[in-house]
């Protein structure tokens, strides 16, 4: 690839803005492109980071590198434009039934799981905000990324660079110039297309198992008598933008006949009956939700590499339900293909899907 030329990303959330922070990173230009939408998965995610995940309690796939790849990113970031949006936090995770507290003492003598767990002590106090039955662990090294913010902070920061631009690329709209390719008279060296869940409508990846789940995310008042962690059981609660908290959330596979940010209300009302049966021992005011699709695949694991009908273009996707997790590392991933031809990791290889 040349890298004279600029790279074209076209999408601008949490997989285009993370590559796009790869490139700067490493002084080589390009264009961001993205259509601005108020609402998007990238915008409303509660952004949480949490190294043991899952009904199975099992460590995050490859946490360790993942989770420096990613503090690294954002904290570089920060430095870079002034803010704080990636926040450590550490995690409250309640016991759903006998069966998981049995799982979680056997889990706990795994030497791997150490660094990321301490032991909760029963508190009376913890019982009076929250259904805690079957008992707790803390879930340490942690965070939650305020993926608003860290977005707008970015956008502003490409304006002034000249690299981002509000509109829309059609893949129909851009003609091929000998290894270069031209988008509204301008010549790029490749096109990464980080279009989230939108993919799916591209018929040259029809054979992708997108596997597009809508979610919910409210944002309540509650009393939590001064908890501060995030606290989980099933569905969760976690501290948000402005000193709010945050609930979520929802995995509805059947929104296509609503739309991506219409919620079924049966689904909602699901929400708020576990968050009040199984989680909350106090009332709580709910003052929004917002409600956006996850770009998830069967399996739950990444899509990125070369789109294979397409010299020069390469897809980025598949991030689900961990994309601030998973983008950093899979960007710099992805420019290293791209820039080096370095072979992809099998394991996030869109192509093993083919
Ligand atoms: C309710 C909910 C809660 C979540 N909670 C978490 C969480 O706690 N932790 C976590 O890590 N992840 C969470 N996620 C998942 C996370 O949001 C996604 O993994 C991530 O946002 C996906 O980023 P993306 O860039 O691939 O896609 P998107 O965020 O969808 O971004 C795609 C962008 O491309 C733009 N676009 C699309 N087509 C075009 C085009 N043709 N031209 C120009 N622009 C285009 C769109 O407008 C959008 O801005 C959550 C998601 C939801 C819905």
């Not at 990113?73 to 995690?91: P, R, T």
Request: net charge neutral.
């Amino acid at each position: 690839m040349s890298q004279a030329a600029p790279v074209l990303i076209v999408g601008g959330g949490l997989a285009g803005v993370t590559l796009a922070w790869s490139l700067v990173q490493r002084g080589l230009p390009f264009l961001l492109v993205d259509r601005a939408e108020a609402v998007t998965s990238s915008k409303i995610a509660a952004g949480l980071v949490t190294p043991i995940t899952g009904m199975r309690l099992n460590l995050s796939w490859r946490y360790p590198q993942l989770e420096a790849a990613a503090r690294r990113l954002y904290q570089a970031v920060e430095s870079k434009v002034g803010g704080h949006f990636y926040h450590q936090v550490d995690c409250l995770r309640l016991f759903r039934d006998a069966e998981q507290a049995a799982l979680w003492r056997r889990r706990s003598t795994q030497p791997e799981l150490a660094p990321f767990w301490q032991a909760e002590p029963d508190r009376a106090c913890l019982r009076q905000h929250f259904h805690a039955p079957f008992g707790a662990v803390g879930i340490v090294g942690g965070a939650w990324l305020d993926t608003a913010a860290f977005l707008a902070a970015s956008q502003r920061h490409f304006e002034t660079m000249g690299c981002w631009l509000q509109g829309e690329v059609q893949s129909s709209s851009l003609v091929s110039s000998g290894a270069l390719w031209r988008w509204q008279d301008r010549e790029f060296a490749a096109v990464v297309w980080c279009v989230g869940w939108e993919a799916v409508k591209e018929e040259s990846l029809a054979w992708l198992p997108f596997r597009l789940a809508q979610g919910s995310v409210l944002e309540i008042d509650a009393a939590l008598g001064g908890e501060s962690r995030v606290v989980t059981r099933g569905c969760w609660v976690a501290p948000g933008p402005n000193g709010r908290w945050r609930a979520g959330t929802t995995y509805d596979l059947a929104f296509a006949a609503r739309g991506p940010h219409e919620p079924d209300p049966a689904v909602l009302e699901h929400l708020h009956a576990r968050l009040r049966r199984t989680l909350l021992q106090q009332p709580y005011d709910l003052r929004g939700v917002q409600t956006a699709v996850r770009p998830a695949m069967e399996g739950s694991g990444m899509a990125i590499g070369r789109w294979p009908q397409r010299a020069g273009h390469f897809v980025f996707n598949g991030l689900g339900s961990k994309g601030v997790l998973r983008a950093p590392w899979a960007a710099e991933h992805l420019l290293e293909v791209m820039l080096h031809g370095q072979p992809l990791d099998p394991e996030v290889d869109l192509m093993r899907f083919a």
